[in-house]
């Protein structure tokens, strides 16, 4: 039986940096925005508060989001599995589709003004415009990144490396992290 030196076994065990760093970052965002939600919650049991049906839109967005998080895991697939064409095209759609959900709520946004929930209004409105907003923001950042790997997906040779697996590992948690982050956040924003 061959036993590992304590440097081999470190070696094999440590995580890479930057997944240690993107989990880092997205506790963080995790807290951040368990405490939007939080005060949320002491702010609508203050009283002074405005009740009103959340536009469907923002349904629809959600479904675009989630299907996005199925095309970036299949990109993912198919940069593993060597296959160049679908990698590439699911990125592309997946890029396509975070747009897609950024005009949806944007829509959403547009179609909440149009009842007369404004940002500045009632408190409930403005904790809406503010928790999706900021999410969106979170979404802008995923869609920059999403285009750094479009553009090492089409210039650069297509060939299995293990740094560029490593990248779109990265890019496909933090999109699948913002994706899951809206589900909860609308659930949680329709049941209060």
Do not use: C
């Amino acid at each position: 039986m061959q036993t590992l030196s304590h440097q081999e076994s470190y070696t094999q065990s440590k995580i890479h940096p930057h997944k240690l760093a993107l989990w880092i970052s997205l506790a963080s965002i995790l807290m951040m925005f368990g405490a939007f939600t939080s005060a949320y919650m002491v702010r609508k049991g203050a009283g002074n508060w405005l009740d009103y049906e959340v536009p469907s839109i923002f349904y629809v967005s959600t479904g675009v989001i989630l299907l996005s998080s199925v095309t970036i895991h299949f990109a993912y697939l198919s940069y593993k599995a060597g296959k160049e064409f679908r990698y590439k095209g699911a990125l592309v759609l997946t890029f396509l589709l975070g747009i897609a959900f950024l005009v949806l709520q944007y829509k959403g946004w547009m179609d909440l003004y149009g009842i007369g929930i404004e940002i500045n209004g009632n408190p409930s409105g403005s904790f809406f415009y503010a928790i999706s907003g900021i999410h969106a923001a979170h979404v802008l950042g995923g869609l920059a990144i999403m285009v750094v790997a479009m553009v090492q997906a089409f210039s650069l040779p297509f060939t299995f490396l293990r740094n560029r697996l490593t990248r779109l590992e990265l890019t496909t948690t933090y999109w699948h992290f913002v994706d899951l982050l809206w589900v909860y956040l609308l659930f949680f924003l329709l049941i209060q």
